[in-house]
């Protein structure tokens, strides 16, 4: 095909599959050439102030294998996707000159990092190349919210109740074809490794209840596991809380994050499971899950830059604390409390931690020893597989007391451990010192 062809480029970021995602359908449906980028942008795996790095191997390391399976998916497309190392405001304005894009589909997004570079390329271009966003993350899309924004629920039952009442959730967008192949470009471009990343490499620890790769084709086959091969959403309201194993829990929220796998993808798979198999309390739970992950969303398109304020969207004036000491003995898993270091160890040997374990830990970090509350989130956001940054301070906000919890509770750890881990097994199998 001609240089001189014209072209709509899809930038990729939290977005990464290629079925059920409108963008890139409707790049398809342009009549131009598709190409898509996405960037292993170096200011995600930068040293933070607090002496970690932003985006650690774990989340690294699933995001490669994620990104590797986009470009197989697109690849089956006759769609190139051009892979960079440097910053979209870097690089992005010379790809788009060179390839004469007219047309930039992506993600709609709202949080201040994403912002800010969109505005670095938008800044560097022709100010004529259309910019075409999509809403791709809602599983309730925003168009058929029955609130303004400015009027959408502080306290999530309320949000819940009216939703589940009053919407529908959307089909799946239709099945691509693939363009001729001819719409590939000359470009050879090589996934990243974790030391191209400034990261060291490491072998998954066997005791990991998160043991799955990136990429669609591992989500959709966890979802047959989870739902078809052993029917274990039918026991999900029973076995959400707990600590040990790879099927306590859905464990979809990896490829969520990162857009691997879109919630509609689920939403649908369980009303089919539950046409299929059963309809029960476990299958509406997952759903429910589904709807907090978007709620969520919303309190951040709502309150904006407030969510990673340390008074967070309440702009309550507490007391929080910066202490090193405290703050690197929750973290290494040596605080006084066993069950938090439990937790904390299995997060820094695998990048993976429990729900259950999560509120606990953040409980004790923003309760107990009073340290802030967005260092903790912010080393969570480092180590997590599932880091999504509306969910992540959306839950430490709750936990903090500077959020959507109108109960402002605070966890009793000694009785947590003994009520989910009576036993004591989750805790001897992360804190045996000859494992180490």
């Given at each position: 095909?001609?240089?001189?062809?014209?072209?709509?480029?899809?930038?990729?970021?939290?977005?990464?599959?290629?079925?059920?995602?409108?963008?890139?359908?409707?790049?398809?449906?342009?009549?131009?050439?598709?190409?898509?980028?996405?960037?292993?942008?170096?200011?995600?795996?930068?040293?933070?102030?607090?002496?970690?790095?932003?985006?650690?191997?774990?989340?690294?390391?699933?995001?490669?294998?994620?990104?590797?399976?986009?470009?197989?998916?697109?690849?089956?497309?006759?769609?190139?996707?051009?892979?960079?190392?440097?910053?979209?405001?870097?690089?992005?304005?010379?790809?788009?000159?060179?390839?004469?894009?007219?047309?930039?589909?992506?993600?709609?997004?709202?949080?201040?990092?994403?912002?800010?570079?969109?505005?670095?390329?938008?800044?560097?271009?022709?100010?004529?190349?259309?910019?075409?966003?999509?809403?791709e993350q809602f599983l309730f899309h925003p168009d058929a919210l029955p609130?303004?924004?400015?009027?959408?629920?502080?306290?999530?039952?309320?949000?819940?109740?009216?939703?589940?009442?009053?919407?529908?959730?959307?089909?799946?967008?239709?099945?691509?074809?693939?363009?001729?192949?001819?719409?590939?470009?000359?470009?050879?471009?090589?996934?990243?490794?974790?030391?191209?990343?400034?990261l060291d490499s490491f072998e998954k620890d066997y005791r990991s209840a998160?043991?799955?790769?990136?990429?669609?084709?591992?989500?959709?086959?966890?979802?047959?596991?989870?739902?078809?091969?052993?029917?274990?959403?039918?026991?999900?309201?029973?076995?959400?809380?707990?600590?040990?194993?790879?099927?306590?829990?859905?464990?979809?929220?990896?490829?969520?994050?990162?857009?691997?796998?879109?919630?509609?993808?689920?939403?649908?798979?369980?009303?089919?499971?539950?046409?299929?198999?059963?309809?029960?309390?476990?299958?509406?739970?997952?759903?429910?899950?589904?709807?907090?992950?978007?709620?969520?969303?919303?309190?951040?398109?709502?309150?904006?830059?407030?969510?990673?304020?340390?008074?967070?969207?309440?702009?309550?004036?507490?007391?929080?604390?910066?202490?090193?000491?405290?703050?690197?003995?929750?973290?290494?898993?040596?605080?006084?409390?066993?069950?938090?270091?439990?937790?904390?160890?299995?997060?820094?040997?695998?990048?993976?931690?429990?729900?259950?374990?999560?509120?606990?830990?953040?409980?004790?970090?923003?309760?107990?020893?009073?340290?802030?509350?967005?260092?903790?989130?912010?080393?969570?956001?480092?180590?997590?597989?599932?880091?999504?940054?509306?969910?992540?301070?959306?839950?430490?906000?709750?936990?903090?007391?500077?959020?959507?919890?109108?109960?402002?509770?605070?966890?009793?750890?000694?009785?947590?451990?003994?009520?989910y881990d009576s036993n004591g097994k989750f805790q001897n199998l992360w804190?045996?010192?000859?494992?180490?």
């Amino acid at each position: 095909m001609s240089a001189t062809v014209k072209k709509s480029l899809v930038w990729f970021r939290n977005d990464l599959r290629t079925e059920d995602h409108q963008g890139l359908k409707k790049a398809i449906e342009s009549g131009n050439q598709v190409i898509a980028y996405y960037t292993f942008n170096p200011d995600h795996f930068k040293t933070l102030m607090w002496g970690f790095k932003k985006t650690e191997r774990y989340r690294a390391q699933f995001l490669i294998e994620s990104v590797s399976a986009l470009q197989r998916e697109l690849k089956a497309l006759n769609i190139s996707l051009i892979i960079d190392l440097k910053t979209p405001g870097e690089s992005l304005p010379e790809l788009i000159q060179q390839h004469r894009v007219i047309e930039i589909y992506l993600q709609q997004e709202w949080t201040q990092e994403e912002i800010e570079e969109e505005n670095a390329v938008a800044e560097k271009i022709d100010p004529s190349i259309v910019w075409i966003r999509h809403y791709e993350q809602f599983l309730f899309h925003p168009d058929a919210l029955p609130y303004s924004l400015s009027s959408l629920p502080e306290v999530f039952g309320v949000f819940r109740k009216r939703c589940e009442k009053e919407l529908k959730i959307n089909p799946l967008e239709s099945k691509l074809n693939p363009l001729p192949l001819s719409n590939l470009v000359d470009t050879d471009q090589v996934i990243p490794t974790l030391a191209d990343l400034g990261l060291d490499s490491f072998e998954k620890d066997y005791r990991s209840a998160f043991p799955n790769k990136g990429g669609t084709t591992a989500a959709k086959d966890r979802l047959d596991h989870y739902f078809w091969k052993t029917k274990k959403l039918s026991y999900y309201k029973n076995t959400r809380n707990g600590l040990l194993g790879e099927d306590y829990s859905s464990k979809f929220s990896p490829w969520l994050a990162n857009g691997s796998i879109s919630p509609k993808m689920i939403y649908w798979e369980i009303k089919r499971y539950e046409k299929e198999v059963k309809k029960n309390q476990s299958t509406y739970w997952l759903f429910f899950e589904l709807v907090w992950r978007d709620y969520f969303k919303y309190i951040s398109l709502k309150h904006g830059n407030k969510i990673f304020k340390i008074g967070g969207i309440l702009e309550r004036d507490y007391h929080w604390r910066t202490d090193e000491a405290l703050f690197k003995s929750w973290a290494s898993g040596n605080s006084t409390e066993p069950f938090v270091n439990a937790n904390m160890v299995e997060l820094n040997k695998t990048g993976w931690m429990s729900n259950r374990g999560r509120q606990n830990v953040a409980s004790y970090l923003a309760k107990e020893i009073n340290v802030d509350w967005r260092i903790g989130a912010a080393y969570f956001e480092s180590l997590l597989l599932d880091y999504d940054v509306h969910s992540n301070y959306g839950n430490w906000m709750y936990v903090a007391g500077v959020g959507n919890d109108p109960r402002d509770r605070k966890f009793d750890v000694q009785w947590q451990a003994e009520r989910y881990d009576s036993n004591g097994k989750f805790q001897n199998l992360w804190l045996q010192k000859t494992l180490f």
